[in-house]
């Protein structure tokens, strides 16, 4: 079946640490797309990708990183500049801008 | 900077009764509207996207309909059921690159 698979499920950081999120789709879609969600509270938007090698901030983008090497794949990287990485992340892709976004299962970032 | 707010908050109904969930964002310039049901710890489940030259969707129970001059959509769900009980979510995307800007939802509880 095709989807968004995200992991791991549950990831602790350390202070100082640097901690990658994986998020991949088989569904061949071009735009991916990183939002954080705190409890009780809508998504925010982290970065976006409309296409393979290219990306752009999206409203949060301070203390993370992503990269698009390829169509399937689009880590996000929760730098130890990002003082309150605490959340839940979840990743979506769409086949274009007047197309659904599906989202995957989610990663839920914690401190220790 | 858009801005979308869901009322109410929360919203608790016997099973059977029709319900409005409803959703206003303050830029009238978008792109489309998509409405999503969050399960607890879960990503996020598509329901309807709505294109700004339309008006409504329908899906089965679920009808949402798009004002844009007004900045306001609603979902309607009809005959609830306990399965119905979610936090529902809508988002609105812009007309440049699909940036997505979400309400913070509204929790429905369906009691049977």
């Known amino acids: 079946d095709g989807g968004i698979t995200q992991s791991p499920k549950y990831l602790f950081r350390k202070e100082g640490q640097n901690v990658t999120l994986s998020c991949e789709q088989n569904l061949n879609h071009d735009a991916m797309y990183w939002y954080r969600q705190d409890p009780g509270q809508g998504l925010r938007l982290i970065y976006y990708s409309q296409i393979v090698n290219d990306f752009q901030k999206g409203d949060i983008a301070e203390g993370y990183s992503v990269s698009r090497e390829k169509k399937e794949s689009f880590p996000l990287t929760v730098t130890s500049a990002q003082k309150n990485p605490t959340a839940f992340y979840l990743c979506?892709?769409?086949?274009?801008?007047?197309?659904?976004?599906?989202f995957g299962d989610g990663t839920r970032l914690s401190i220790l | 900077k858009q801005e979308v707010t869901q009322i109410p908050a929360a919203l608790s109904v016997p099973e059977g009764e029709n319900l409005v969930l409803n959703c206003s964002f303050t830029d009238s310039a978008i792109y489309n509207l998509q409405w999503f049901r969050q399960d607890p710890g879960k990503g996020l489940t598509s329901l309807l996207l709505?294109?700004?030259?339309?008006r409504e969707q329908t899906s089965g129970r679920l009808n949402a309909s798009l004002d844009k001059s007004s900045g306001r959509s609603t979902l309607y769900i009809a005959a609830s059921q306990p399965g119905d009980s979610a936090t529902y979510l809508c988002?609105?995307?812009?007309?440049?690159?699909?940036?997505?800007?979400f309400g913070d939802g509204t929790t429905l509880t369906v009691k049977p």
């Open positions: 979506a892709s769409s086949l274009g801008r007047d197309q659904p976004q599906h």
């Open positions: 988002a609105v995307s812009d007309t440049n690159a699909g940036k997505s800007t």
């Open positions: 709505i294109q700004s030259s339309q």
